[in-house]
Each structure stands twice: as structure tokens, then as C-alpha cells.
């Protein structure tokens, strides 16, 4: 099926009168396939100092003219490659570059105003460049990421229902479920080099967060995402020809199904180039491609980098994160099942009710099995190659408490650890080791401490929810105060420095941040989360 053909079926079990509305642009070639040779020259010559801005430039003619014009202009005495790329790519700025802050605002003030800098209108069709375009208006992070994120979205979307823009929450659901039904899940990002990977699958819980807000709509709005719903769930659920593990799908030696991260591509990301070239020449790991699939995959799991990912917990080229399941992923997925057998249970097929609730109890079970480890008294993530729990503890740990998958024993002991290991005056890292990788201590970020601070609610650890949260949204506070800015991540273990660590700086804007950060204030307006005392002594 052609891609305009695939966008007038995707309209139509959406409802959307197609006759009324410009299908956008279905692409699937990303920048290294639409410029050989010139993209990796590009890359490589540090063209730019951030890898990404070139995947993100838009050729100002067609690529095979351009790549021509590279062709018979690369040879010519005194050929200057930056003032090639001038010449024929427009380059993308920074979202938030032209924007700057009202000191005299609060903060919430400051959050209500950034909607409309980090808002985007519906894409217009374009016919060149990696973008994918999107049918309805949505909000990107911030910074270097000028377009929609997955995983991101959810937390971006909680800020927006507390601002009462439930038109924008819902927006973007009709965003992501056409890129379900376009192209079979939902991709990290709505640009071609990310179509070979998804993210942490937050659809559902989005779609729950709108019917929060909707529920008069609900059985509508079960009733219309079911088909997208069910096909991101035969994206993670995929199996082999033989019922082996292959891709995202994981059989354990007792039967019991779980998942993975796998990401499909085995060069380097073309948002990453140099970066991932040179940790596979590093590592000194073959074949090299084995390395490039690692860390593609990593980025489908959203902490890139991290710990948990790395065999001697260190040293990125040891990253092997295929070989994991992790206890996120797959309560993530739990929650999936769940809400598939909601949204058949309103339209009265019994049996489909039966086989969702079945798989999720079973997934319930094996998480169980696999992922709580009594000896540290978490759940942690499970390595399937060693048959053993890997070393590292992570906030990925806290999902079960968020989904309600716990006993309250477990939960209780979940919270004792996150308070001696995890806590610190700014808030939680995401793993108590430092590596120098941005998902690692010192570092805190907003979405884990959303599902950390949920998760303690649920099971009614309240003291510590707002303990965590008072000590977050103060640091967030406090930074602003200083700088005008609410950023992607915070050191939380020295206040006084900030977040750092991986591939690139620490990016301004920032929609989990600022979604995050106002649910916490309007909760603890409402007294569901206390205030929290002054912490700066801490």
C-alpha cells in the first residue's frame, strides 16, 4: 500500500473526514539513505557540533540534485564542505533559542507561557527532510529536540491537563495513533531516523490520562484508539517463525513471555554518529555493528546511558542491553494488556477480555519471578543470557508500586531502599552509581520521579512521596530562580551544580520537566502532597 493510500485507511478508522484534511507526507527514508556519502563526510568532518543538527536539516532542493551537485562541486579547488551544507540545507535552530524569561512570572507562570514557545502547529507537508509530519498540533521537550518524543509526551501531557489544555493532550493522541496505524508503532521521535525503534510504550496510560479528564468519553475514546492500542501491542509482542526470543519478545526457559528493548538497525545513530563510531572503536568489541545495535537499542529504552545497561557497570562499550529484561518495559506493558481487555470489555467481547486479563496476569506473575529480588528487597531487572538479576538498582524499580503490581510488603520495602540509597537533597537518581552517563547518579530526572512519587501514593507511603517531591520541585524552583530556566535533568546530589554527564549539554524548555513540576505544585496545593520544609541545609 502506497503511503497516501495508508494514510486515508489510517483516517478512516479514526474518523477523520480525509476529504477535509492534506494526508501528510509518509516518509521512511532517513539522512544517511537519502544522502550516501555526503551524510557520513558531513558527520565525520564535525560539520556541526552537534551530530543531530545535520540529520535534522532539510535540503533546500531534491537529494538526488543535491547529491549531484556534492558529486561535481566536492572536487573543485578550494571546496569548502560548510559552505556546501549552507548552500543547499536549511539548519535547524533550537526551539527555545528566540525565547526569554519573564523573571518577574512564578513558576508556574513561567510553565503556562512555555506551552506556546515548545507548541507546534500541524506540520505542513514536506516533501524533503527527516521530519515526519504530524496531522495535529503538539508540544516538543525543548532545546536540540525539536520534535515530538514518545516517552516524553506523557509527562509533557500531565502539565497540560493541570493548565486545563486537554485539546493539546488530545491532539497528540491523535498524532501518535497515526503514526501506529502508519507505521505499525509509535517511532522515538516523529523524524525517518528514528523509524527503527519505538519508546517506553506510554500510550495507554496517555489515553487514561485523557479519559481522566473525559470520563464521559470514555467508552468513545476506548472504542476509537482499540485498533492502535492493539497493533503497538503486536509491535512489542511480535514472535519468530520457531516461538524463539527474537526482537522485543523474550521466552524464558519456563514459558513465561516477557520483553526487551531491540532496536532493528545495527549502524550508527545518525543522531549520534561520531559519538557511536567512536564508542565502537573504543570498546574494541566484534563485530563493531553488534556495538551500533546496542546502543540504538538503549535509546528505544529512553536511559541513554546508564549502568543498568553496562556489563562491568562502567564503561559504555560493555553496553548489552539485549540481553535484559527490564522490570519498566514490562509493567509498562502489563498496563497495555490491562487496558486492551478495558476497551473490549466495552464493546462486550468477552473473549478478548479473558485473553488480555490472562496475558497480564501471567505478566504479573513472571515479573514476580524474575524481577523482585527479597535479598535487596526491589525489583530489579533480569538478565535472560546470565539467568540472573543484573547488579544494578534503578528507578525502574519503582514501576510496579506505580501499576499497582506489589504487595504492600514489597512496596514498603521498595520505599526503605529509595530513601537509604536513593534519596538525596534535590531529590532521587536514577541509579545510586556514577558512571558519567546522564541517567546515573548524580543525576535526578522528572519522569522517575513521577512514577517514584505515584507509586509511594498508590501504597500509602505519603510521608515519603512528599518528602521526594518537596525536595524535586524546590531544586527545580531554585534553579529557575537562578537561571530563568527549567532544564532536563538536575544534579540532585550537590544542588549547587548542575545536571551533566553524557553525550551533550543539558537542554532548556523542558516539557517532562515543566508537566512534571506542576502537577507536583497543584498537588501539593490540593494537600495531597504535603509542602515540604526548607531543604536548602539538607
Known amino acids: 500500500m502506497n503511503g497516501k493510500l495508508l494514510f486515508i485507511a489510517s483516517a478512516m478508522a479514526c474518523g477523520i473526514a480525509c476529504k477535509q484534511q492534506q494526508p501528510p507526507q509518509i516518509k521512511e527514508r532517513s539522512p544517511r539513505q537519502e544522502f550516501p556519502g555526503l551524510f557520513e563526510a558531513v558527520q565525520s568532518a564535525h ?21 549531484r551537485y556534492y558529486a561535481k562541486e566536492q572536487g573543485d579547488e578550494g571546496f569548502s564542505l560548510v559552505s ?20 518577574m512570572q512564578d513558576v508556574i507562570a513561567h510553565i503556562e507561557s512555555l506551552w506556546t514557545v515548545l507548541k507546534r502547529e500541524p ?63 509509535i517511532p522515538n521521535g516523529n523524524r525517518t531516523y528514528y523509524l527503527t525503534r519505538s519508546q517506553p510504550p506510554y500510550f495507554a496510560l496517555m ?5 481522566s479528564a473525559k470520563e464521559d468519553r470514555k467508552q468513545e475514546l476506548l472504542t476509537t484508539y482499540l485498533d492502535a492500542l492493539e497493533k503497538e501491542y503486536h509491535f512489542w509482542m511480535k514472535k519468530t517463525a520457531d516461538g524463539k526470543t527474537g526482537e522485543h519478545l523474550v ?35 566484534q563485530p563493531v555493528e553488534q556495538v551500533y545495535q546496542e546502543l540504538r537499542t538503549c535509546a528505544e529504552s529512553g536511559w541513554d546511558f546508564s549502568a543498568r545497561w553496562l556489563a562491568d557497570e562502567k564503561t559504555l562499550g560493555s553496553i548489552h542491553i539485549t540481553d535484559i529484561v527490564p522490570v519498566d518495559l514490562n509493567c ?18 468477552t473473549p478478548k477480555v479473558l485473553q488480555y486479563e490472562a496475558a497480564a496476569a501471567l505478566r504479573r506473575d513472571a515479573i514476580q519471578r524474575y524481577c523482585w529480588d527479597a ?74 520521579h513521577w512514577m ?31 537561571t530563568g530556566k527549567l532544564l532536563e535533568k538536575y544534579n540532585v546530589k550537590d544542588t549547587s551544580l548542575p545536571g551533566g554527564g553524557g553525550e551533550y549539554p543539558n537542554q532548556d524548555g523542558f516539557g517532562w520537566t515543566n508537566g512534571v513540576l506542576l502537577k507536583i505544585l497543584h498537588m501539593q496545593q490540593e494537600g495531597i502532597l504535603n509542602n515540604a520544609k526548607n531543604i536548602d541545609t539538607l
Request: aromatic content about 14%; overall charge neutral.
Open 47 to 67: 560539520v556541526f557540533p552537534d551530530s543531530k543538527t545535520f540529520a535534522d536539516c532539510s535540503p533546500k532542493d531534491a537529494p538526488e540534485k543535491v547529491l
Open 84 to 103: 556546501f551544507v549552507q548552500k543547499y540545507f536549511n539548519v535547524p535552530a533550537g526551539t527555545t533559542l528566540q525565547y526569554h524569561t519573564d523573571t
Open 123 to 185: 506540520d505542513s507537508t514536506s516533501t524533503w527532510g527527516s521530519l515526519i509530519s504530524l496531522p495535529g498540533a503538539y508540544v516538543v521537550p525543548g532545546g536540540r529536540f525539536r520534535e515530538v518524543y514518545y516517552w516524553d509526551s506523557y509527562f509533557t501531557m500531565l502539565g497540560l491537563k493541570e493548565s486545563g489544555r486537554t485539546d493539546l493532550v488530545e491532539s497528540m493522541i491523535k498524532n501518535f495513533a497515526f503514526l501506529i496505524r502508519t507505521y505499525g508503532f
Open 207 to 211: 489515553l487514561q490520562l485523557l479519559i
Open 251 to 285: 521466552i524464558l526457559p519456563d514459558g513465561a513471555t516477557l520483553n526487551r528493548y531491540y532496536d532493528r538497525g545495527n549502524w550508527p545513530r545518525e543522531e549520534a554518529w561520531t559519538e557511536d563510531i567512536n564508542t565502537a572503536k573504543t570498546s574494541g568489541r
Open 332 to 349: 509498562l506493558l502489563y498496563n497495555l494488556e490491562m487496558t486492551l481487555s478495558d476497551a473490549y470489555r466495552m464493546k462486550g467481547n
Open 375 to 448: 535479598k535487596t528487597g526491589f525489583f530489579r531487572d533480569y538478565d535472560f543470557k546470565k539467568g540472573a538479576r543484573t547488579p544494578v538498582l534503578s528507578l525502574g524499580g519503582t514501576y510496579p508500586l506505580f501499576f499497582g503490581m506489589a504487595r504492600k510488603g514489597q512496596a514498603d520495602s521498595v520505599a526503605r531502599v529509595l530513601k537509604q540509597q536513593f534519596l538525596y537533597p534535590g531529590g532521587l537518581v536514577s541509579t545510586p552509581i556514577e558512571t558519567g552517563e546522564q541517567w546515573d547518579a548524580p543525576n535526578g530526572w522528572a519522569p522517575l
Open 452 to 482: 517514584a512519587i505515584s507509586g509511594l501514593l498508590t501504597y500509602d507511603n505519603d510521608s515519603l512521596a512528599s518528602d521526594i517531591a518537596g525536595r524535586w520541585a524546590h531544586q527545580n524552583i531554585r534553579v529557575f530562580k537562578q
